[in-house]
């Protein structure tokens, strides 16, 4: 069989292990908790175009791969991904990791990550929210993990083109990295998926954004830098 590229839908699955962070979850080839080599290495078949930008803390910088159709943003905290943002585009016909005939609808794509995961907090049309807490334990409330802020999320600027006047790959578009709020104590990790279009279980997805989020790992940065 061809292999495939290191797509997130490709790869069709989320798997745990044990935790480099304080929860390592891994999506296709990209994990929580890698360092910058491990997460060039994983992407390494999509000869993505990478960006850096800095932050006022020298323990945290942001790192953009970006290609087509999918492109990924990474937060990095003490050298390992704390948290990451990916956007996949699904082109026209056939998904490889969909049975032949079948259609990458809302429903299909969400089902394929609750059969890896656990049971979502919170389902809102083509929006998914899993929580878990620091001990590994599903979350069964989501305003029980919302951040000072109210949102976890800030979204980059559409990257440019490679060259001038160039558009921004369309895959860039809608890449976030964390707000570094506040949490509650007891909150773990987060994975959010959105899909769109989405006004129906039955619709078409065109695109996916997920984001997952180390929320451990944030607090502990915060901790040692309030004023950030």
């Given at each position: 069989?061809?292999?495939?590229?290191?797509?997130?839908?490709?790869?069709?699955?989320?798997?745990?292990a044990?935790?480099?962070l304080?929860?390592?979850?891994?999506i296709?080839?990209?994990?929580?908790?890698?360092?910058?080599s491990?997460?060039?290495a994983?992407?390494?078949?999509?000869?993505?175009?990478?960006?850096?930008?800095?932050?006022?803390?020298?323990?945290?910088?942001?790192?953009?791969?970006?290609?087509?159709?999918?492109s990924?943003?990474?937060?990095?905290?003490?050298?390992?991904v704390a948290?990451?943002?990916?956007?996949?585009?699904l082109?026209?016909?056939?998904?490889?990791?969909?049975p032949?005939?079948q259609?990458?609808?809302?429903s299909t794509?969400?089902n394929?990550?609750?059969?890896?995961?656990?049971?979502?907090?919170?389902?809102?049309?083509?929006?998914?929210?899993?929580?878990r807490?620091?001990?590994?334990?599903?979350?069964?409330d989501?305003?029980?993990?919302?951040?000072?802020?109210?949102?976890?999320?800030?979204?980059?600027?559409p990257?440019?083109?490679?060259?001038?006047?160039?558009?921004?790959a369309?895959?860039?578009?809608?890449l976030?990295?964390?707000?570094l709020?506040?949490?509650?104590?007891?909150?773990?990790?987060?994975?959010?998926?959105?899909q769109?279009?989405?006004?129906?279980?039955?619709?078409?997805?065109?695109?996916?954004r997920?984001?997952?989020?180390?929320?451990?790992?944030?607090?502990?940065?915060?901790?040692k830098?309030?004023?950030h």
């Open positions: 069989m061809k292999k495939c590229p290191l797509y997130f839908l490709a790869a069709a699955m989320l798997l745990f044990q935790p480099v304080s929860q390592t979850i891994k296709g080839s990209v994990a929580l908790g890698m360092s910058e491990e997460v060039k994983a992407l390494a078949s999509s000869k993505p175009r990478y960006s850096m930008q800095a932050s006022a803390s020298s323990e945290l910088y942001f790192l953009v791969a970006k290609s087509e159709p999918e990924f943003a990474f937060t990095f905290i003490d050298g390992r948290a990451f943002s990916l956007v996949h585009i082109l026209p016909g056939q998904e490889p990791f969909l032949p005939g259609e990458p609808t809302v794509l969400r394929l990550v609750i059969k890896q995961t656990w049971k979502p907090t919170e389902i809102n049309k083509g929006d998914t929210l899993w929580l807490d620091t001990a590994g334990s599903p979350i069964a989501a305003a029980q993990c919302t951040p000072a802020s109210g949102a976890p999320w800030l979204p980059f600027e990257l440019p083109g490679s060259k001038p006047g160039e558009l921004p369309r895959s860039s578009v809608g976030m990295r964390p707000d709020a506040a949490y509650p104590a007891d909150c773990g990790v987060s994975i959010h998926l959105q769109e279009p989405a006004a129906s279980e039955s619709d078409r997805v065109t695109t996916v997920i984001r997952v989020l180390d929320i451990a790992a944030v607090r502990e940065f915060l901790a830098h309030p004023q």
